[in-house]
C-alpha cells in the first residue's frame, strides 16, 4: 500500500510555530495467509513520514532562541486479522509503533525514539479483480495510545498471490 497520511494533533508550541504539516506518505507491506476459515491473519510492516513543521524559538533564560526544525517519523509492525466481505475487506490489527522524532536547533541535530502499541483499524473496497491481482481503494487509522499519536491514511492497495 502507498498512500498519503494525515496526522492528528497539534504541534508541541503552537505560540511559536512558523509553519506545520501534518500530511506525509505512509506505504506498508503486509504477508496473509488465506485460510479456509472467515478470517485471514496478516503481518504488515509499513514506514510513514507523519508530520514536520518549524518553529522560531525566543531567547529566554534556557539560552539562545533560533529555527527549530522537526519532523516525526513512523515504523508500523502489525500483526492482525482481516477478512473478504462481499467487496469490502475490514482489518484488524495490534502491533507496535516505532516513533522516532528528530529535532535540528541551532546547528544541532538530536532525535527521541518511543516504542507505543498502536492499534489499527482498516476497510478496503475492492476496484477491479482478475485471477491472481486485486486492486483496493483503502482507509487505515493507526492510533499509538502511549504516545498520543494518531493518523490516517486514504489510498489504494494492490494484492497478489505469492503461491
Known amino acids: 500500500m502507498l498512500a498519503p497520511s494525515v496526522t492528528f494533533g497539534e504541534p508541541a508550541n503552537p505560540a511559536y510555530t512558523d509553519s506545520f504539516t501534518r500530511v506525509g506518505i505512509y506505504g506498508e507491506v503486509g504477508f496473509a495467509y488465506r485460510s ?26 534556557w539560552g539562545t532562541g533560533g529555527t527549530l526544525h522537526q519532523s516525526l517519523r ?56 482478475s485471477e491472481h491481482l486485486r486492486v483496493d481503494i483503502d482507509t487505515r487509522a493507526i492510533v499509538a495510545t502511549g504516545a498520543e499519536v494518531s493518523f490516517m491514511t486514504f489510498g489504494f492497495t494492490g494484492r497478489g498471490d505469492l503461491f
Not at 479456509?36 to 533564560?61: H, K, M
Not at 516513533?99 to 507505543?116: I, R
Open 36 to 61: 479456509s476459515y472467515f478470517v485471514d491473519p496478516f503481518l504488515s510492516l509499513g514506514y510513514g513520514v507523519l508530520a514536520s513543521g518549524e518553529s522560531t524559538l525566543p531567547d529566554g533564560i
Open 74 to 129: 513512523a515504523w508500523v509492525i502489525t500483526p492482525g486479522i482481516t477478512a473478504d466481505i462481499w467487496r469490502f475487506r475490514p482489518r484488524l490489527g495490534i502491533g507496535l509503533t516505532v516513533l522516532v522524532q528528530n529535532f535540528k536547533f541551532n546547528g544541532e541535530t538530536t532525535s527521541s525514539t518511543q516504542l507505543p502499541l498502536s492499534t489499527e483499524f482498516g476497510l478496503g473496497f475492492n476496484v477491479m479483480e
